[in-house]
């Protein structure tokens, strides 16, 4: 993901970037983020389809987002292969 990212024209994107709440406490730990964008990024495996982990990812999501920032999931199939254009 970080390679494919990288070759975009937001660049390379930071690695386990913490974002923090208003008490200065870690709250979320993004697997990429572009911090000046608030740009969260979180890469879900196949084992994001557990009814617990999917739980666990909405809560996630909505911390990162209560906190200001945006949180994009790419999963595996989006990094696969070339992409057709869609408008």
Do not use: C
Not at 27 to 38: G, I, K, L, N
Not at 52 to 78: C, M, N, P, S, Y
């Amino acid at each position: 993901m970080r390679l494919v990212l990288a070759r975009t024209k937001l660049g390379e994107p930071v690695l386990n970037h913490v974002i923090h709440n208003s008490w200065g406490q870690p709250a979320v730990w993004p697997d990429a983020a572009y911090p000046e964008h608030r740009l969260a990024l979180q890469y879900d495996g196949g084992h994001h389809s557990d009814p617990v982990q999917a739980a666990h990812d909405r809560k996630r999501k909505e911390t990162t987002e209560h906190l200001g920032w945006t949180e994009l999931r790419i999963f595996k199939d989006d990094l696969d292969g070339e992409k057709p254009f869609v408008r």
